[in-house]
């Protein structure tokens, strides 16, 4: 009797469409992973495959229509002039990806550049030692991504407004300390940075891919990117998988802080001095490089290579509308044009997640039961 009720529920589940026993499914851990497909967009592999390559799409037709409307873009000269000028802002953008992948947002980056920089560069002028300014400037750097890390997860405030309140005291800080002038008198062999190539390459375009591996590495090789793409796409789930969170967020902000310092060193090597307010609009730019690159402004998905992408199309952007004569105001208006295609296509982008995981969403049923190996995995 027991084997013909077996045959009686086998055949109700054939004649109903029913493949697999749900029951099977729990034990064997399929529904953990057809739930953990569609969270992490694994299932969806359409979608990653557009993302990467509209970006190198669009540089590939950026180029081609500056090379039509200027003789001197593909030039060697002008891609160095463009690679140079990048440089400051991928280095901001590249400490930016690791806060905005944790779930964050850094608004103070731009008047660290120039906080950085200045105490860099005192430290200099009265030592006239550049490895005490930049130590000075990897301290002071790191002293200012802690502090807003630690109000971050202390206050509970959204990191939009701490962020935006040590914008502010940065900025009055920098003035303090340089009097609102340049700050001058550095060692003279500084100066071999600003003209220095090596290679025939500017020293500063070195520092941007030495920033680059070594973020790369932290961000997708070494397990903290894990942690800090972990705590950004799922902090509930984190933690219950063991991770801490909140030193996460807070590394992130330091490290942040830390690539500030080295844009401000740069910054001021190059210019043989200290200006109070060079970092301006660079908290801004550096934002909408992440997300033009492709990285989730939400947190939980970012890499360093699209953030490089991201810069490259605005500088690209810049230096075509230079070539071609365009007034500085109106060079304005394009910018403010692609901080607008950034937010879409982050909207885009979601929009397109939420209905690839309604499609292939799996039951309820199922769905509800393995919660909690799925927070465990996350």
Same mark, same amino acid.
């Given at each position: ?53 509209? @970006?190198? *799409?669009?540089?590939? $037709?950026?180029? +081609? &229509?500056? /090379? =039509? ?5 593909? %030039?060697? !000269? ?83 407004? @701490?962020? *935006?309140?040590?914008? $502010?005291?940065? +900025? &009055?800080? /920098? =003035? ?5 002038? %340049?700050? !001058? ?85 190059? *210019? ?5 307010? +060079? &970092?301006?609009? =660079? ?96």
């Amino acid at each position: 009797m027991k084997d013909t009720g077996h045959m009686k529920d086998t055949g109700h589940m054939k004649d109903t469409g029913h493949m697999k026993d749900t029951g099977h499914i729990k034990k064997t851990g399929l529904a953990n992973k057809t739930g953990l497909a569609n969270k992490t967009g694994l299932a969806n592999k359409n979608a990653p495959a557009l993302e990467d390559v509209f @970006i190198p *799409l669009l540089l590939v $037709v950026l180029a +081609v &229509g500056l /090379t =039509l409307s200027t003789d001197s873009f593909l %030039s060697h !000269g002008n891609v160095l002039n463009v690679l140079t000028s990048m440089a400051i802002l991928a280095i901001v953008a590249f400490g930016q990806t690791f806060v905005i992948a944790g779930g964050g947002f850094d608004l103070s980056v731009g008047a660290q550049v120039a906080l950085h920089g200045a105490v860099g560069a005192i430290v200099m002028r009265e030592t006239q030692s550049i490895m005490l300014g930049l130590l000075a400037a990897a301290l002071s750097g790191i002293v200012f991504g802690l502090v807003n890390g630690m109000l971050v997860i202390t206050l509970k405030v959204h990191p939009f407004m @701490i962020t *935006l309140g040590t914008s $502010v005291i940065g +900025v &009055g800080i /920098t =003035l303090i300390l340089t009097h609102a002038e %340049s700050v !001058g008198g550095l060692p003279a062999s500084i100066a071999e940075f600003g003209v220095g190539r090596p290679l025939g390459v500017p020293w500063i375009v070195w520092v941007m891919i030495v920033c680059f591996a070594v973020s790369t590495f932290l961000l997708s090789v070494s397990p903290f990117g894990l942690r800090v793409l972990s705590s950004g796409g799922n902090r509930e789930a984190a933690r219950l998988a063991g991770l801490r969170v909140e030193r996460a967020i807070v590394s992130t902000f330091v490290i942040a802080g830390v690539f500030a310092a080295v844009a401000g060193m740069a910054t001021t090597a190059r *210019l043989q001095s200290a200006q109070p307010t +060079v &970092g301006e609009g =660079l908290e801004l730019f550096s934002v909408a490089a992440v997300v033009l690159g492709g990285s989730a402004l939400h947190g939980g998905k970012a890499a360093i290579w699209r953030t490089l992408l991201g810069v490259l199309v605005i500088s690209v952007i810049q230096n075509g509308l230079n070539l071609n004569g365009v007034g500085d105001a109106w060079q304005e208006v394009a910018v403010g044009i692609v901080f607008i295609l950034a937010m879409s296509a982050e909207l885009l982008r979601r929009f397109s997640r939420l209905r690839a995981g309604r499609r292939q969403a799996p039951p309820p049923s199922a769905d509800v039961a393995d919660a909690p190996a799925k927070a465990a995995v996350t």
